[in-house]
């Protein structure tokens, strides 16, 4: 059955509307220069040389683009930060003819969307500028506070955007439309929708909207052009520190075996090699994942992919048949070696199951990436003495660390709030400092500022820094291409370990 959000979508006249001109746009100026990697969730969580240069196709900012133009309007979809000629090109004419701006916002990068939402608005008045992601889902009335801002979406964007558009062009009434906000003379008003669709009604997103010949670099992606693909939207965990069980809510969707094939088949067709499936979870659907698996061999689909588990949702018969099928890595939240500080970060997982998972993939021959952070609630020198042994311990192939920040829309935000709610706000982090800079984590844990800011570059000099960490990769280096990403991964990272900047 339909949610009342597709309902309300497939109720309004589509025969003989008025269309827009419509820019779906990853802002490039600026900081916004950098790498910045936009997911729907936390809309920009990761940049620079940290994470060793990487760059991330932009799957759901297709699905809105693409959900616009089998709608029916004029839509253009430019990542500034890959193809900044085109938004040069746009910017030259003074985007006339834009009717609207459409980009995603997060707390982290808020600022810098405002500053190209101005620098735009200044060339074209009339542009309405919509804004979805995490920060207009949290901080909706702060959003609608700003001048700039016209519209804003919460949640999942796909089917409120292309509700809010047909009601904007079409001149009707937005009174009760769900899942956005706007202005009114009585001040803003907010219609969250807590509901959610299927995702199986949402098209396959149009990748011929990307400029053509560019490809997103990414160190451990092993064959290249790759794209990305969400299967699943929701996590079964309830990790203090994310936004996911607030953003979907606990309704957990998945897409069918069959249209995840079929999208596989689609991406295969046009030339894509690799996949990186940006679920929060992939590993959590094991029947599924074992039939795309069956089919991608019987095919004999030629892809190979990436994915995201969890510690505790990882078995050998999984690994191996994901291996069988072309998958040759899995990222893991790790976050601490420390069960106090699991516990304390209600991850709902133990450093023994993350012990097990890494046993099995490296069993199996799949490489691993480890996440981790320090500065969570409890955190102590002997903490991070236990994180900094146990990622040796478990080997990964790669690893990152940061310093967890307080997102709005968690429950470790409102337990900072709850200390210093004079001193908090919605925009405390940058994409500058992001990860690598505290934003009040002393006030929960036993660690200052310059305490926890020093551990990040000794984590990354202990860990990829030692020698036999370099004659494992050297023994890996089995082409020129792979050659040339490790080359300029590293140079990003061992910059990073002695500069702490990003």
């Not at 990761?46 to 133009?69: D, E, F, S, W």
């Not at 191996?320 to 893991?332: E, I, N, R, T």
């Not at 478990?394 to 997102?407: C, R, V």
Request: aromatic content about 10%; glycine content about 6%.
């Amino acid at each position: 059955m339909l949610s009342s959000l597709e309902d309300t979508a497939n109720h309004i006249d589509t025969q003989n509307k008025a269309t827009a001109n419509i820019l779906v746009l990853m802002p490039g100026e600026g900081v916004n220069r950098k790498n910045v990697i936009r997911d729907l969730v936390y809309g920009s969580w990761c940049n620079g040389r940290r994470i060793g240069g990487t760059q991330m196709p932009p799957v759901n900012h297709l699905y809105v683009a693409t959900i616009l133009k089998e709608d029916g309007h004029q839509v253009q979809f430019i990542d500034a930060q890959i193809d900044y000629l085109a938004y040069q090109q746009l910017k030259n004419k003074k985007f006339l003819g834009l009717d609207f701006l459409i980009m995603m916002s997060s707390s982290n990068s808020h600022r810098d969307d405002l500053k190209t939402a101005a620098h735009i608005k200044k060339l074209n008045p009339q542009v309405k500028v919509i804004l979805f992601g995490s920060h207009p889902t949290f901080m909706p009335l702060a959003c609608l506070e700003e001048s700039l801002v016209d519209f804003i979406i919460l949640r999942e964007p796909e089917m409120a955007i292309r509700n809010l558009v047909r009601r904007v062009v079409d001149s009707q009434d937005l009174q009760g439309l769900p899942g956005c906000g706007y202005k009114s003379p009585e001040g803003p008003i907010v219609n969250d929708f807590d509901g959610h669709f299927d995702m199986n009604q949402l098209p396959i997103p149009d990748w011929t909207l990307l400029p053509k010949n560019v490809d997103y670099f990414n160190p451990v992606v092993k064959r290249m052009p790759y794209a990305t693909m969400q299967t699943s939207r929701g996590c079964p965990a309830k990790c203090i520190y994310c936004t996911s069980p607030f953003f979907y809510g606990n309704d957990i969707r998945v897409k069918t075996a069959e249209n995840v094939l079929k999208e596989i088949r689609y991406l295969a067709g046009l030339g894509y090699k690799e996949i990186f499936f940006r679920d929060e979870t992939f590993t959590a659907f094991k029947s599924r994942n074992m039939e795309i698996c069956q089919a991608i061999i019987d095919e004999k689909i030629d892809v190979t992919w990436i994915a995201n588990g969890r510690v505790d949702m990882i078995d050998c018969e999984s690994a191996q048949m994901m291996k069988q099928a072309g998958c040759h890595m899995l990222k893991f939240g790790v976050e601490t070696g420390d069960d106090q500080m699991l516990l304390n970060l209600k991850k709902g997982a133990t450093a023994d199951q993350a012990r097990e998972a890494f046993r099995i993939c490296h069993e199996a021959g799949l490489d691993t990436h480890a996440h981790m952070f320090f500065g969570g609630p409890g955190e102590s020198n002997e903490t991070i003495k236990n994180t900094l042994q146990f990622i040796k311990d478990i080997d990964p192939t790669t690893a990152s660390f940061g310093i967890l920040t307080p997102y709005p829309g968690t429950e470790y935000f409102k337990l900072v709030q709850d200390k210093i709610p004079e001193k908090i706000d919605g925009t405390i982090a940058t994409m500058e400092t992001l990860h690598t800079t505290t934003y009040y984590s002393d006030v929960l844990c036993d660690l200052n500022h310059n305490e926890l800011k020093n551990v990040i570059g000794k984590a990354y000099r202990a860990f990829y820094l030692r020698p036999s960490y370099f004659i494992k990769w050297l023994k890996k280096m089995d082409s020129l291409d792979k050659f040339y990403r490790l080359m300029m991964a590293g140079s990003n990272i061992i910059h990073f370990c002695f500069s702490n900047k990003k």
